[in-house]
Each structure stands twice: as structure tokens, then as C-alpha cells.
């Protein structure tokens, strides 16, 4: 019998990290406290629990080739392979199995070789941490080796590198990026701190538990399943081979109907032609060289320090509209520099003095673990005759720091704390055994501590006179002597309360990188207006804008750099932006230079509107909290040294610091963009002509209706004992040889030269396939026009005959046309390479003149001496055993097409405006042109926006034509600013 429900128990279903947290602290109730592995110890530990990493889903070799031979385009061919043994054409068969796997190969090869690279490069991205080994500190230990048993120190501003119990003391950690909730959790002795998370107030040592996938991290990102999404050049590349395929499979169509039910020719060779037409028409590779074309992109923009984790980002980025980047460590140095202005308030003291007073607060014998003991412990002062341009090396400063400090010893310290924003030290005069307490941080506290409150408001007028300036400061105080003898924490202010005396101010800044100004420069030049958002206050966001010409100076209130007060907020119940935030928010965000003391919840509708608004955004961060942005951006870039959570929601991970990695990407991406731009564009247009030219071929002109008669015209002899079939044809051989030059052609262009467009770039399939009709309209004409005077060749008042050319046989018509065709192609590739350009304006590159080159000696020499032979019913006849110097006018005759071709297409380009305008070739009403400050242009597709929640995302850690559409900036206002807490630490 089923149970009574009323005497059962149910209990709800707990979360995975309940259901974790509970199993742990049954653990760490009698989990033993770690002293430090050996080497030895660890190695073992290391073969049982393997290294610190989450395990990688990665494809064997072997699938991704054979993943390759089952895209959409091998699958046709696979079906034309199929066809043609069924009819018993085995060399037809051989020949497609031949071209099927050559494809597959040079594809494998390219995107193995960019894959090979891409992984060295992020090899050098491990995380680190501060270990103890064999009885020593090891402060640049590679996390990856962690075992559990390590003893490690958690620091402030740290990655969290393992599952570790706390062995004593107290911190906070941000786990944001596990468990989504924005405010950090404050961890005792013997509480787990997980893998991922940052440490953002104190710091302690602690045992590993877990590691790798055995972490609470591993364990989570075990149960999630990526998501496929297409983008948008795999929809437009889609786009494309479906109006291919589907035109050939029409055209195709037609020409079978009417030679198998008009001229009652054999199914077989029906079927045989109609196959082959489809597979040589058709674009076999146009995925494969496109994706090749990017990976050897990605490769390239390793080199400049630029990591790609998804191949589409290239394409995005190559239409970016609008950079929304962090301040610190981007465009400044994040590196505080002491400043020569040093205010001080008690007799006899120099820079030099309150410098030394720093270190006492802080741990000057070791190296420094934040921002402010970096900037005191390594200042350039300590070295006699530095200047803060000199590179000093690290134990020279070390070993300076050391004998200025000599005659002082440490007896107690109290690491930073962002909640009290100071440190303190208490030190030992060695001389004398004078003790007392230093301290040092933010102006307003440490006025705090002091009695003098007449001394404290000078101090803070002038905090605030050097905060206009975006000058910072830290207050350096000291202490009265006291007695220490029996006190538990000497460094306390509840343990005995002593006088303070205000000591001074050290100035310092973070100084704009050097190339900085001249890389937001570059990026306006590129159609890229740069936007500041940061978390920093507004005087010192604007004084950055001001140093680095940031933002429309034509505006008298140039810098605008906006507060937080009006930007949006999302909803507080269903955690969704706002319903109409482009409408109410849209122009305010628009008009800004920059936004200072945001949120990461503002950084992320910041993005998100101007994504709604029709921008292409990128989106530069480096913490944990700038993981949201990242993700919902178009190009979600983490800059040199971000977290791991901001690495793993970011489409681009740089190795480099600065933005000029940013604008070295932004231009790589364009020229990339270019090269796809010419294979597509080629690719259309020589589909075009082969399709149109065997359907009118067959339809309009017949060889056997131009068989020369009997006594019709002397030396016709050969020409009549030949069969000229009812219609015209290519032997299989010739035309997948046509493939096959063709697409190893092609894999070149991914290294070819490009030029690098002034403004973004995005599809436009319309001009695409207009540029690309109208060149293959002019191939096809020219071969139709061949083709009709070589078969009119024997006519005694055709042009031939009245020129002296004389007649040719069918087989050596078949040869001149297959080189005509051959030619044609590869020639069409040189134009289209160039865009709106003639073709002289740009060299190519060195291995496409090779690649190029060899693939039309080939053709011309399989034209010239191809052995007389009958292949698939039709005889084939090199040209050098008749009309040998045929092959000098016939090249003379394809070069004069060539030049024809190339300046029709320019002509098109120019008109193309026009064109697209009386045919809506322009995109659509909804697809809204973003606006860019003057004098920048941007080209701006629309977007689908993504409904994505802050949660959603801190869950989840684990062509083209150039177009001016810039607009006015909307006008807006100042807030005003509280100079006071802008120097303030």
C-alpha cells in the first residue's frame, strides 16, 4: 500500500551548495590544520587528485575532421559521390572523393595550426598563488599544482585558488561570480572559501580541501551545458549558401527537363551532367574557408597579445561602433605614482620622512600585497638619484627599502581594511625602545584619530584643493610612546588608547598610459568613440577625459562625465532592465563623455542601451564585478590581468596592458572582415557565371547545329570526324579540376593584404550580391561570347575565318573554354579583392601571387598540352598539338575581360547608393543608424537585444560598403561634485 501522505515526512529539495555546504562542515569540524606539504608529498597527492583545473571539453582530432566532412556542403557532395557510383561513373566518383577530402584537409590543417597557437598563448594565462613549500613562501606558485593539504595565503584583492578552510582570522569574499549574490560573505576559522572568489577585505592562511573539478566551481560548472548560438555571419553565410544551392538546384533542374524529356538524351548522362554542374556550382568551401580565414585571423591577433575564444568575436569586433571601457588599468597605468607636492604638519619632516612613516604601516620586509603599499614600498625615492622613470628591479628596491628601516623593528600590524580605510603598524625605535603606533589612509580618517581638529580642517582644505586637480592622497599619522608589555594586540585601539599627531599627506596618481591618447585618437579615426565607465569618482574620471582629449571638446561643458544619480536601474522585482529604457534613458547615456562612480549593475545597462539603441558595443573590464557587462556586450574584452571570471565571460582576453592592443584588434578584425568580403563576393559571382553559362550553353547553342559540312570550308577534315554533342558540356575531370585549383586558391586569401576601412564594418547581403552578379554577368557574357566563336570558328564569314585564326576542333574548343573558365575565376578573385577600388591599388600578398600563380600555370598548361583523349563522351585536345598560339590571344582576350570586369565594378560600387535606394537594398526601418560624437562615423546594424539578468550572468562563470552615419550629439548637463572625498583612498 502506498504511504499515508499525512504521516510522511517531506522535506524540500536543498540547492547543490546546501547540499555541499552540509557535507563540508562535517568535514572541516575535525579537519587538520596544514604546516606546508613537501615536494614529495605533493607529487603523490598531485597523481591521486590530479591538477587544479576545471577538465576541458575538447574534441579529439580525429571528430573534428570528421565533423568537417559532414557540414552542409560535403554533405552535397557525399550525395553527388553517391550518384555517380550508382551509375557506374567510378572516376567521376574518385575524382569527387579526391576533392571531398582535399577540402577536408587544408581545412583541418589551418584550423589546427591557429588552434595550436591560440592554446600557447593561453597557457601563459594561469592563475597563481602564494604557497608554502618545503618550508618556503612561494609567491608566484602555479595554481594548476595545488593539491589538497596545501597550505596557501589569501590576500586582499586575491583569486580564491582552491576549495581551502580558513585556518584562522577573518575575511570576506565575493562570490558573485558562483552564486550571484552582490554582497560578500564573511568567513570565520574553519569555514569553506571557494574556489573563484575574490578575497575583498583581510587576509589569513588556510588548508586546500579541493581542487579542480572536486571544487564546489568544478562541481557547479559540471551540470551547465554550453549553449550553440549562431551569429551573425554563420546566418548570413547560411543566407548565402541557401540562394546558391537553391538557384543551382532550379537552373540545374531546368537543364535536365529539357535534355532528358526535349532532347531525349540518356538518364545516365543526364543525371551525370546535372550532378556535376550542382557540385562544381555550388560553394563546396565557402564555410570552411571562412572559418579558416578566421582562425588564421585569431592567430594573427595572438601575436599582438589579443587571445580570441570565439571565432565570430573577430567579425563583431570588426563592426564595433562604440567602446565602453574601464578607467584603471586600461586607460591609466594602475599604478600610483607619488607626486612631488607633500603637504606636512610637523617640524623638520621631508618626503623622505613621511615615506618611512608609510612603511611602518605597513609589511615593508616583504613584497607588497595592494595598490597603496606598492606605491610606498617601491617608490623610486628609496633609491638615491631615481627618478620615476627608471626601471628599477625589485630586490634592488627591496634591498633599499630594508637598510632605510634598519633601525626599526615590527611588534604588531594590522592589515587594510575597507570597511576602517587604514593600516597601522606599532614599531620598535631599535636606538632608543620607543613604541608607538603609525598609521595611514584615507584623509578623513585618519583625521579621525587625530585631537588637533584646527590642523585636520587645513589638512582637508587641502585634500580638496588637490582633488580639483583628481590628485589623491593618504594622511600619514603617528602615535605618542606607550608601553606594549602585556597587551594582546598592541596595534588596537581598544587595547590602550594613545594621542595621535598628524604627520602629512603623500600625493600620488594613476597617470594615463603613455600611448593611450593617441590609441583613443587612432580609434576615432576607425569610426570607435571611447566611453569611460568606472567606479572611481567624477573629478578624477574627468580629469582622465581632460588628459586624454576624451569625449566632444566642442562642448563647453567638455569633459561631461555623468554620476550615477540618472542612469537606470533594474527592476527590483522581476531583475530585468527597464521596459522603456532607450526611450528614457537613451539619449542621457548617448550624450555622456564617460560615467564615473557606477555599479557593476550600471555598467551593465549602460551596455545593454547602447546595444538597444543600435550600437555594436565592446565592453573592456577586469574584475569579477565587470563580468556582467562583459558578457552582454558585443565584445566582451578582458584587458591584461582580469580575473578568471571576468576572462570566462569575455569574447577577447588580452595578455597586454592598454587599449592599444584594442585598436591593433580593431584593425586586424577589419582586414579579416575584408578578406571574407572578397571570397564571398568571389565565391557568388563564380557560382553565377558557371550556372548561367551552361544553362544558356545548353539551352542556346547547341555544338552539333555548328559542325562544319562536307565541302563547306577546307582543313575541316578532323573537325567533322569528331561527334559534337547536342549540347555543351565540360568533362567532370575538367571541372572539378576547376573546384579544386579554385579552393586551394582560396585557403590564400586568408593571408592576403587588406586595406583597413575608416569606419565599422557589418553585412550587407544586398550590395554583396549585387557587386558580385554584375561580375560574374560580365565573366559569363565573356565566356558565352568565347564559347559562340570558337564553335563559329569554321564559318567562312565568321570572325575567325576573317581574321585568319582558322578553325578549331571540338576538343581543343573544350580545352580553350575550360582555360577561359580557369582564368576567369582566378581573375575575378584579383578584382574582388579590392572592393570599391581598382584592382592596382593594393599588391597582394606574396603566397597568393604563389598560390594564384601556380593554380593558372596548371590551367594553362592542362589547356595547352592535355593528351587527345575521349572522357565522359567528350573528346578533350590539348591546344598545343593545333592552334598552339591560340592560348597568347586567348589569355590577351581574358586579361582585356579582366580589365573590363574591374572597372565595371567600381563603376557599381559608386553607384551603389543609388541602387540600393530604388531596390531597399539599405536596411530597414528598424534597424537604426547609431549616432557617434562629431566627427565620427559608425555603421550600426541592429541587434537582437539580450534578455539576460544580473543573476543570469554572475550564475554563469564557469559586405559591406562604407557609410558616414554620424550624427549630433543631444545636449545635457554637468552635476556638480563633492571635491572633498574625491582624494580619499
Known amino acids: 500500500m502506498p504511504p499515508d501522505k499525512d504521516n510522511v515526512e517531506y522535506k524540500p529539495r536543498k540547492s547543490l551548495e546546501e547540499d555541499i555546504a552540509d557535507k563540508e562542515e562535517k568535514v572541516f569540524v575535525d579537519y587538520p590544520i596544514s604546516s606546508g606539504l613537501t615536494s614529495e608529498e605533493a607529487a603523490e597527492l598531485l597523481k591521486v587528485w590530479g591538477r587544479n583545473e ?147 577585505t583581510g587576509e589569513t592562511e588556510a588548508t586546500v580541501v579541493h581542487t579542480g573539478k572536486n571544487s564546489f566551481f568544478g562541481r557547479t560548472a559540471a551540470l551547465l551545458t554550453p549553449k550553440d548560438e549562431r551569429s551573425s555571419m554563420q546566418t548570413m553565410l547560411l543566407k548565402v549558401m541557401v540562394v546558391l544551392v537553391a538557384l543551382s538546384l532550379v537552373l540545374s533542374g531546368i537543364c535536365f ?111 607588497p600585497k595592494d595598490a597603496l603599499d606598492t606605491l610606498v614600498l617601491r617608490c623610486h625615492l628609496w633609491v638615491s638619484g631615481a627618478t620615476q622613470d627608471d626601471v628599477l628591479e625589485e630586490e634592488k628596491l627591496q634591498s633599499a627599502v630594508n637598510a632605510e628601516m634598519a633601525g626599526y623593528e615590527r611588534v604588531d600590524y594590522m592589515p587594510f581594511n575597507p570597511k576602517v580605510k587604514r593600516t597601522a603598524g606599532v614599531v620598535r625605535e631599535k636606538a632608543n625602545g620607543n613604541v608607538y603606533r603609525v598609521s595611514k589612509g584615507a584623509p578623513h580618517i585618519i583625521g579621525g584619530l587625530v585631537e588637533d581638529k584646527a590642523m585636520v580642517e587645513r589638512m582637508m582644505e587641502k585634500v580638496v584643493q588637490l582633488g580639483e586637480d583628481g590628485i589623491r592622497c593618504i594622511a600619514i599619522a603617528k602615535s605618542e610612546s606607550f608601553d606594549p608589555t602585556g597587551l ?50 567624477k573629478l578624477i574620471a574627468k580629469k582622465t577625459a581632460r588628459d586624454l582629449n576624451m569625449g566632444d571638446r566642442s562642448r563647453s561643458e567638455w569633459p561631461l562625465i555623468e554620476g550615477p544619480e540618472r542612469l537606470p536601474m533594474m527592476d527590483p522585482v522581476r531583475h530585468i532592465p527597464p521596459y522603456r529604457m532607450v526611450e528614457e534613458y537613451g539619449a542621457y547615456i548617448e550624450h555622456a563623455d564617460g560615467f564615473a562612480e557606477v555599479f557593476p549593475e550600471h555598467k551593465y545597462l549602460i551596455v545593454e542601451t547602447f546595444r538597444r539603441m543600435g550600437y555594436r558595443c565592446g565592453m573592456t573590464g577586469d574584475g569579477v564585478n565587470d ?17 578568471d571570471a571576468a576572462r570566462a565571460a569575455a ?31 568571389y565565391r557568388i559571382a563564380a557560382t553565377l557565371q558557371l550556372l548561367v553559362f551552361f544553362f544558356i550553353a545548353v539551352m542556346a547553342l547547341p555544338p552539333s547545329d555548328y559542325k562544319p559540312k562536307p565541302g563547306e570550308i577546307d582543313g575541316a577534315h578532323e573537325a567533322r570526324q569528331e561527334e559534337w554533342p547536342h549540347y555543351f558540356r565540360l568533362p567532370v575531370l575538367l571541372l572539378l579540376l576547376i573546384t579544386l585549383l579554385n ?55 565568321g570572325l575567325f575565318q576573317l581574321i585568319g ?59 595547352l598540352f592535355f593528351p587527345k583523349y575521349v572522357f565522359d563522351g567528350v573528346e578533350i585536345k590539348g591546344l598545343v598539338y593545333g592552334q598552339y598560339l591560340s592560348v597568347l590571344w586567348l589569355w590577351l582576350y581574358v586579361l582585356g575581360i579582366f580589365l573590363i570586369q574591374d572597372a565595371i565594378k567600381v563603376g557599381c560600387f ?5 541602387v540600393k535606394a530604388v531596390f531597399r537594398l539599405c536596411p530597414r526601418p528598424w534597424e537604426k543608424r547609431a549616432r557617434a560624437q562629431p566627427p565620427l562615423s559608425a555603421s550600426t546594424p541592429s541587434q537582437q537585444m539580450k534578455e539576460i539578468t544580473i543573476g543570469d550572468i554572475r550564475g554563469q562563470e564557469s559586405s559591406s560598403t562604407d557609410e558616414d552615419d554620424a550624427d549630433d550629439n543631444r545636449e545635457g548637463g554637468p552635476k556638480a561634485a563633492d571635491a572633498a572625498s574625491t582624494a580619499q583612498v
Open 257 to 367: 527537363l529539357y535534355l532528358f524529356f526535349v532532347l531525349g538524351e540518356p538518364l545516365t548522362e543526364t543525371l551525370a551532367f546535372t550532378v556535376v554542374v550542382i557540385v562544381a556550382s555550388i560553394p563546396i568551401a565557402i564555410e570552411i574557408v571562412t572559418t579558416t580565414t578566421l582562425a588564421l585571423g585569431s592567430r594573427q591577433m595572438s601575436l599582438f597579445g589579443a587571445i580570441v575564444s570565439r571565432l565570430s568575436a573577430i567579425e563583431d569586433l570588426a563592426g564595433m561602433n562604440m567602446l565602453c571601457s574601464d578607467k584603471t588599468g586600461t586607460l591609466t597605468m594602475n599604478k600610483m605614482v607619488i607626486q612631488e607636492e607633500t603637504p606636512t604638519y610637523q617640524e623638520g619632516l621631508n618626503q623622505l620622512d613621511l615615506l618611512r612613516l608609510a612603511a611602518m604601516a605597513a609589511r615593508w620586509e616583504q613584497p
Open 805 to 863: 585564326l582558322g578553325g578549331f576542333t571540338y576538343g581543343e574548343i573544350i580545352a580553350a573554354m575550360f582555360l577561359k573558365i580557369a582564368a576567369s575565376d582566378f581573375l575575378t578573385l584579383v578584382s574582388a579583392r579590392t572592393q570599391n577600388r581598382f584592382f592596382w591599388t593594393l599588391p597582394p600578398h606574396p603566397i597568393l601571387v604563389i598560390a594564384a600563380g601556380v593554380a593558372l600555370a596548371i590551367s594553362t598548361a592542362i589547356a
Open 910 to 914: 559608386k553607384i551603389l547608393p543609388q
Open 627 to 643: 563580468a556582467p557587462a562583459l558578457l552582454v556586450a558585443d565584445v566582451g574584452i578582458a584587458v591584461s590581468g582580469a580575473t
Open 743 to 797: 579552393d586551394g586558391t582560396l585557403i590564400s586569401v586568408g593571408y592576403d593584404n587588406a586595406h583597413v576601412s575608416t569606419v565599422p564594418q557589418r553585412w550587407d547581403l544586398g550590395a554583396l550580391f549585387f557587386i558580385s552578379s554584375i561580375m560574374g554577368a560580365v565573366a559569363c557574357s565573356s565566356s558565352l561570347v568565347l564559347l559562340y566563336l570558337l564553335l563559329d570558328s569554321w564559318n567562312p564569314n
Open 54 to 200: 576545471l577538465p576541458e571539453k575538447k574534441k579529439p582530432a580525429w571528430l573534428v575532421f570528421l565533423e568537417l566532412l559532414w557540414q552542409p556542403m560535403p554533405v552535397m557532395i557525399w550525395i553527388a559521390i553517391i550518384i555517380e557510383a550508382a551509375i557506374l561513373n567510378y572516376i567521376d566518383c574518385i575524382v569527387l572523393l579526391v576533392i571531398q577530402f582535399a577540402n577536408a584537409f587544408l581545412s583541418f590543417y589551418e584550423t589546427q595550426k591557429a588552434g595550436k597557437a591560440v592554446e600557447a598563448l593561453k597557457k601563459s594565462l594561469k592563475p597563481t598563488a602564494v604557497v608554502k613549500r618545503d618550508g618556503n613562501w612561494d609567491h608566484n606558485f602555479n595554481a594548476a599544482l595545488l593539491v589538497p593539504g596545501d597550505l596557501i595565503q589569501l590576500e586582499l584583492g586575491a583569486a580564491i585558488p582552491a576549495d581551502c578552510m580558513l585556518n584562522e582570522g577573518v575575511i570576506e569574499a565575493d562570490e558573485s561570480a558562483m552564486t550571484g549574490e552582490s554582497l560578500p560573505v564573511t568567513l570565520h576559522a574553519r569555514m569553506m572559501a571557494k574556489m573563484g572568489a575574490t578575497v575583498s
Open 488 to 537: 594582546e594586540s598592541p596595534v588596537s585601539e581598544d587595547s590602550i588608547p594613545v594621542k595621535w599627531h598628524l604627520m602629512g599627506l603623500l600625493t600620488f596618481l594613476d597617470p594615463p598610459r603613455g600611448d593611450t591618447k593617441d590609441t583613443i585618437e587612432r580609434a576615432g579615426v576607425l569610426g570607435v568613440p571611447v566611453r569611460m565607465i568606472t567606479g572611481d569618482h
Open 651 to 681: 569574447d577577447i582576453i588580452l595578455t597586454q596592458p592598454g587599449l592599444s592592443t584594442i585598436v591593433n584588434g580593431i584593425q586586424v578584425s577589419r582586414k579579416i572582415f575584408a578578406r571574407m568580403k572578397t571570397f564571398l563576393t
